[in-house]
């Protein structure tokens, strides 16, 4: 669990200056095309520690709760190193192998680094169509248009929010994390493929997100019907999510407007 958790959350700040090319032989086509090729799986666990109550998207943020498994991992290395020594006085024998501590510390360090270099990923590095990857939404249009390095690949109905739930103007590199799987607790209907009600969910900030929608809300897609977040067809949003992760979401860039 600690393992999955950690893939997911393995963020880096892009260095002033940084600059990243698409990788060599990269053809988005290609890609699309590859990624619309593969099954979904849905053989996903049923749990996930953000699944919790206590956070919900569009009201709370992953950071709160990201520093509060940080602050439990420090409690359990250090319950884990006060057993090992009570162990080695009683039984003269280790409970954890020195290769389990060193992997348990390693995830320690992996979100400390992600909790240290949060703060920057607004304003340090590429912006807008600088990035790699820029996702531009127009509200007004209902629409995302992608950019690759610059150039317009492609666009995708969304719904943005209603007027209850609207969607902020938004200008960042998002801030992550991302998610095959979710399912938000403070709107829970639907189900898709096992994965919850927001698949393939990229976090920009807070608790906003680009992410699929439900078979239900498909018909939706080209007009305000969100809580806030911005939702995509599951295939779509697949294929924002598989990008993001190849390319890197230190070089990326989302933009919502009216």
């Not at 924002?240 to 190849?246: G, W």
Request: hydrophobic share 35%; glycine share 6%.
């Amino acid at each position: 669990m600690i393992v999955l958790l950690t893939a997911a959350i393995v963020l880096y700040s892009c260095e002033p200056g940084e600059k990243k090319a698409v990788p060599a032989n990269f053809i988005y086509q290609a890609f699309k095309d590859s990624i619309n090729a593969q099954p979904l799986d849905s053989s996903f666990d049923n749990q996930n520690i953000f699944d919790s109550s206590r956070f919900i998207p569009a009201m709370d943020t992953t950071g709160k709760l990201l520093k509060q498994i940080d602050s439990m991992w420090h409690r359990e290395i250090d319950i884990m190193e006060q057993v090992d020594t009570l162990k080695k006085l009683w039984k003269k024998t280790d409970k954890f192998t020195p290769e389990e501590m060193e992997a348990i510390k390693e995830n320690v360090k992996v979100l400390d680094s992600f909790l240290f270099y949060g703060a920057a990923t607004e304003h340090s590095g590429c912006t807008k169509k600088d990035c790699i990857i820029f996702a531009d939404i127009i509200k007004s249009r209902q629409t995302l248009y992608l950019y690759l390095d610059g150039t317009l690949i492609d666009s995708f109905k969304v719904s943005t929010g209603i007027k209850k739930y609207e969607t902020p103007n938004i200008n960042v590199r998002p801030s992550g994390p991302l998610f095959t799987k979710y399912k938000s607790r403070k709107f829970p209907g639907g189900n898709y493929m096992g994965m919850g009600n927001m698949p393939y969910a990229v976090f920009i900030r807070g608790g906003y997100a680009i992410h699929g929608t439900t078979t239900g809300n498909f018909a939706k897609l080209g007009t305000r019907a969100s809580h806030g977040c911005i939702r995509l067809h599951p295939t779509n949003a697949r294929i924002f999510y598989e990008l993001v992760k190849r390319i890197g979401i230190k070089y990326t860039w989302v933009t919502v407007r009216a």
